[in-house]
């Protein structure tokens, strides 16, 4: 007969979320160094939604919840809803009640704090911490209505379930003690506990809505990448060493460690999210992001089916290096997708002073004679008219561009008239300055 083996690992940590709002970044990052370190253990990670308080709970918020961590990637071994165990939350507070631990106050159920004691625990993140028991109040465990405190239905579910390592936020930090007690009044083992650092916003004040606390939804539906933002969601706290902030999911796994997190808050910084969503937008293959744009495209209701992929796939290999986010790709190169697009009054100010209608005419007649019409023949044929008319390169190269894409900066101009083909191209420049 074998020996049985010995469990790999036994760590199981949590996410938490209470279904009354949609999963913000804080959220996501709690989720984020959860998923983590179970992964990074060999551990589970539960996914346990708190959803006690029937009144501010959505299901929208749920959805929005669950929807986001799998768009992120954060999948999760166990599912609970706390809406499906109130009997349990009640028969351990009726327990606590008959042990003597707890009173009931009508239809309440309290918890009776002993005082001048002082409870410790030794964070993970922030080393030892000291409450006393003096500035706890009676905990209430069961309302009057019915429904357990939030502190309970958590303790009774994080020992059930066998919860090892409760991470979460550093707003939680006062509750760790009173749910300490909790965790002793019932005879559980009481977990260890790392309090993540708050996320300020750049301005140094707590996340707000202009500064980031949107919800996971809007930055997908403002065109990050799940991969791009997990990887910022990262940096917030902790870093993988030396200089490196791009770093793939599975060396950031085997890389991770609690232990590692700052204490010290971490900031959200709108510019570096887009730069690093950019480095992995640059790192996709025109095919690979072919697969995310479309949606967006079509969205937008530039992209009809039937169009041409191999045509689509050379329009992002010009922008993948020159966008952050999809929402960039729509606004930069939605010219190449509708002739609807427009030229700002500052652009066209700035570069359509000068009246040009027979030198755009004259460029127009010569492109018309391009084949192939690509980089090269455009080009050539380009430097030959603005030859022949004796005037700077710029002085051409700034209004065609305008009038070809709507914007003054943008992909080399021959790239740009190659991707956008002949046909419209000479459209364009024939219907500049009519
Ligand atoms: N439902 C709590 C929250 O959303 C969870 C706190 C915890 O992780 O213990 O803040």
Known sequence: MSTPEAPVSAV???FAPSPTGFLHIGGARTALFNWMYARAQGGKFVLRVEDTDLERSRPEFEKEIMDSMAWLGLTWDELYKQSDRFGLYRDHAEKLVAGGKAFRDGTAVI???D?????KFDDLIRGLIVFNTDEIKDQVLMKSDGSPAYSFSCVVDDALMGITHVIRGEDHISNTPKQILMYEAMGFKVPKFGHLPLIMGTDGARLSKRFGAVAVSDYRKEGFIPEGLVNYLMLLGWSPG?????????????????K???K???????EKLKWVNAQYIKALTAKQLAVLAVPVLKEEGLLADGFDPAWLERVL????????TLRELVERAGFLFTDDFKVSDEVRAAQLTRVMPKEFALLADHLEKAEPFDVVTTEKIFRGVVAGLGIPMGEMVHPVRVALTGDHVGPGLFDTMSVLGKARTLARLRAAFV
Do not use: H
């Open 12 to 14: 199981k940590v949590r």
């Open 111 to 113: 918890l009776k704090v």
């Open 115 to 119: 005082k001048a004691r002082d409870i």
């Open 242 to 258: 030396g200089d490196q902030e791009i770093i793939a999911m599975k060396n950031a796994v085997a890389k991770f460690s609690i």
């Open 260 to 262: 590692k997190i700052n």
């Open 264 to 270: 010290t808050a971490a900031q959200f910084n709108m």
């Open 317 to 324: 290999e010009l922008y993948k290096s020159r966008m952050s």
